[in-house]
């Protein structure tokens, strides 16, 4: 039985399965991973992703946040790779999807269920009232955004470095990894800190880890069970042809 197989049975078998995805998922959709020798982090100072610089110098960091995040990912759609998650919840064979992402394209590919592990750019918060806005009610041509409430500074709501994890996100996903028995693990390195722990604590209440990656992660060696090396939309294709078989 080949590694496709083996991981469709490990899925249509389970009682709680859950998908845990990173950047590598999103790439195909055109969106670049932060780290490597292409990464956003390449041509980017990371410096605007701190949350103390960007208290201190909200329209400089706000240039740059816009181009990365609002210019260039207006138009990106999901994948194959987000399809088949979507795909498998409809079916009752997926739980839930813990994302370390924060494009939103779970949801608009039709999960339901979607854990976002470090916050969304779908949305905007004031840094003063707390107030939420849908970044698209919100006009990014002056910048930086002002809340139309109280005229604080408005921050793209997902997880900046020095900022932690949402508290409602942490236990959710803490939560899921400890009771299910079957995890997708699918384009993550294992490199991010805390989010790397949740495919760990899976295996450590034993649940069986299935990797799809391109290359080998900290997790291939060490938690995982059957490791499907590849792309992902090739890897989930493969893996839809084994559900249906």
């Known amino acids: 039985m080949d590694n496709y197989k083996k991981a469709a049975e490990l899925i249509k078998n389970s009682k709680k399965c859950i998908a845990f995805t990173g950047a590598g998922i999103s790439v195909e959709s055109g969106i670049p991973t932060f780290r490597g020798p292409d990464g956003l982090w390449s041509r980017y100072d990371p410096k605007i992703l701190d ?13 740059k946040i816009k181009e990365i995040f609002y210019d260039y990912m207006q138009n990106i759609k999901p994948n194959d790779a987000h399809y088949f998650l979507a795909d498998l919840e409809k079916k009752g064979l997926l739980e839930a999807v813990i994302t370390q992402n924060i494009d939103n394209l779970h949801q608009e590919a039709g999960n339901k269920n979607v854990i976002e592990f470090h916050g969304t ?125």
Not at 51 to 63: G, H, L
Not at 145 to 169: D, M, Q, R, S, Y
Request: net charge negative; proline share 7%; hydrophobic share 40%.
């Open 121 to 245: 750019a779908k949305n905007l918060v004031c840094m003063n009232c707390f107030k939420k806005y849908d970044s698209k009610d919100i006009d990014l041509n002056d910048l930086p955004p002002l809340c139309p409430k109280c005229w604080g500074v408005l921050k793209p709501n997902f997880v900046f470095f020095k900022e932690p994890i949402p508290k409602k996100a942490l236990e959710n996903s803490l939560e899921l990894a400890q009771n299910c028995d079957c995890m997708i693990v699918i384009g993550t390195t294992g490199e991010i800190q805390p989010a790397s722990q949740i495919p760990l604590i899976a295996k450590q209440n034993g649940a069986s880890i299935i990797e799809i990656n391109i290359e080998k992660s900290n997790y291939t060696d060490t938690v995982t069970d059957i490791f499907l090396q590849n792309r992902a939309t090739i890897a989930c294709n493969n893996l839809k042809k084994a559900l249906e078989e």
């Open 51 to 63: 949350i103390d610089y960007f208290t201190v110098n909200p329209k400089e960091a706000w240039e």
